[in-house]
């Protein structure tokens, strides 16, 4: 759920790569994206619509790479300079565009492209390095035998693997996609550019009210749970007699089941509301307006929309998971609860809501923006490839001696 009000300059280029500097200390960074919605027939439309592929490519350019650039795989051939970073869209033919780009490091993006990857290694001169960023905790690729076998058989292409969170990597190395020996860096996938509106503004467009007011913003299905939820916002109401819950969603499984919840409680009819989809212009009102974020996730890659809150300012009160406990710092921000369980859910939105929630918006945003934001997670990047093309530089200085 991000946007930018400003239209970037677009321009297409039919000359050679844009130039770059090198150096000992340099890093010419190459994204390799190998997925993408072939509906899609615009390059301009893809990278509006893949936020976080744009989004990282520009933090690592701000952080001090020399040059950051993407190759993505398209229905047909392009190249576009956009806010000073380079498209390469390419019909086939990935491994050698990535190549003639001559990058220090190249970063794939997925787990699930190992024979891409091992094929993209053969492209590359023998000085670059591979890193591959996993955007999953939920694999590996649903632990398929012959996506195992060939994870194991070409994982020596790859210099290191990056993970949002560092309890997400021991199941892949039992799944055998990483050696054991392997390097693995923890670094968050995705951040935002959604920021807090002023709070009479936000109130006016969202329509939240009540204290605290809570939010939720995710799919209704089994995964997030918003049936637990539910029952632990009843639960809450003999301690927060004013608080309301809205519920804003795209894919709604389990909407008929939500909706059957609350209407079997008088009191939740009042107090629950189900909007459904809102328009990208609005959500940062919602957040804006809200005192506390809410979701009963039972697993997650990262969590886009607790980026989000954070980035606003919105405690969160979520569970007890992998990436969660990282965004939350272990819980010094906002509460967390056991994934499933309404009373511990129940009690973590008493918590949260007996802060000076007030002064805790403050914190929240300043919270994010040292260890969550764009800037923040460009520095860490650039820092790892850094350390990655160093290390690949010293094995390759041992081979030759």
Same mark, same amino acid.
Request: glycine share 8%; charged share 20%.
């Given at each position: 759920?991000?946007?930018?009000?400003?239209?970037?300059?677009?321009?297409?280029?039919?000359?050679?790569?844009?130039?770059?500097? &090198?150096?000992?200390?340099?890093?010419?960074?190459?994204?390799?994206?190998? @997925?993408?919605?072939?509906?899609?027939?615009?390059?301009?439309?893809?990278?509006?619509?893949?936020? &976080?592929?744009?989004?990282? @490519?520009?933090?690592?350019?701000?952080?001090? @790479?020399?040059?950051?650039?993407?190759?993505?795989?398209?229905?047909?051939?392009?190249?576009?300079?956009?806010?000073?970073?380079?498209?390469? #869209?390419?019909?086939?033919?990935?491994?050698?565009?990535?190549?003639?780009? @001559?990058?220090?490091?190249?970063?794939?993006?997925?787990?699930? #492209?190992?024979?891409? &990857?091992?094929?993209?290694?053969?492209?590359?001169?023998?000085?670059?390095?591979?890193?591959?960023?996993?955007?999953?905790?939920?694999?590996?690729?649903?632990?398929?035998?012959?996506?195992?076998?060939?994870?194991?058989? &070409?994982?020596?292409?790859?210099?290191?693997?990056? #993970?949002?969170?560092?309890?997400?990597?021991?199941?892949?190395?039992?799944?055998? #996609?990483?050696?054991?020996?392997?390097?693995t860096y923890e670094v968050m996938e995705a951040s935002t550019g959604l920021k807090a509106i002023a709070r009479a503004q936000a109130e006016a467009i969202s329509g939240l009210h009540g204290a605290p007011r809570m939010l939720w913003v995710g799919r209704l299905n089994a995964n997030k749970d918003p049936l637990t939820v539910v029952d632990a916002f009843d639960r809450t109401l003999p301690s927060l007699p004013n608080a309301t819950l809205t519920m804003l969603y795209g894919a709604a499984d389990l909407a008929r089941d939500v909706r059957a919840r609350i209407d079997r409680h008088s009191a939740l009819r009042d107090r629950v509301r189900l909007i459904g989809a809102v328009a990208h212009r609005d959500i940062a009102a919602y957040y804006s307006a809200a005192d506390l974020f809410v979701v009963g996730s039972h697993h997650e890659g990262s969590g886009y929309s607790l980026i989000e809150a954070l980035a606003c300012g919105v405690t969160p009160a979520v569970t007890d998971i992998p990436t969660f406990r990282l965004l939350t710092a272990d819980g010094a921000v906002g509460a967390l609860w056991r994934p499933g369980d309404a009373a511990d859910c129940a009690r973590a939105m008493i918590a949260a809501a007996s802060r000076d929630l007030a002064g805790e918006r403050v914190r929240v945003r300043a919270h994010f923006a040292d260890a969550f934001s764009w800037p923040a997670i460009g520095r860490r990047a650039l820092a790892i490839y850094r350390a990655v093309v160093a290390a690949r530089r010293r094995s390759k200085l041992n081979v030759e001696q």
């Open positions: 759920m991000e946007n930018d009000d400003a239209s970037p300059c677009t321009i297409y280029v039919d000359g050679p790569a844009l130039q770059v500097k &090198t150096g000992r200390d340099s890093v010419s960074l190459v994204q390799v994206n190998y @997925a993408f919605d072939n509906t899609l027939r615009d390059p301009d439309a893809l990278l509006e619509r893949y936020a &976080t592929l744009t989004g990282w @490519a520009e933090a690592v350019r701000d952080a001090g @790479a020399d040059r950051s650039a993407v190759v993505q795989q398209f229905s047909r051939a392009a190249r576009v300079v956009r806010n000073g970073v380079e498209y390469v #869209f390419v019909d086939g033919g990935v491994g050698r565009a990535a190549a003639a780009l @001559a990058p220090d490091v190249a970063h794939v993006n997925g787990l699930g #492209f190992a024979a891409r &990857t091992w094929r993209l290694r053969r492209a590359l001169p023998a000085s670059a390095a591979i890193v591959v960023q996993n955007h999953s905790d939920t694999g590996p690729m649903g632990r398929a035998p012959l996506m195992r076998l060939v994870g194991a058989a &070409t994982r020596g292409a790859v210099d290191a693997f990056l #993970f949002a969170a560092a309890a997400h990597v021991e199941r892949w190395r039992r799944a055998g #996609f990483i050696g054991p020996r392997q390097r």
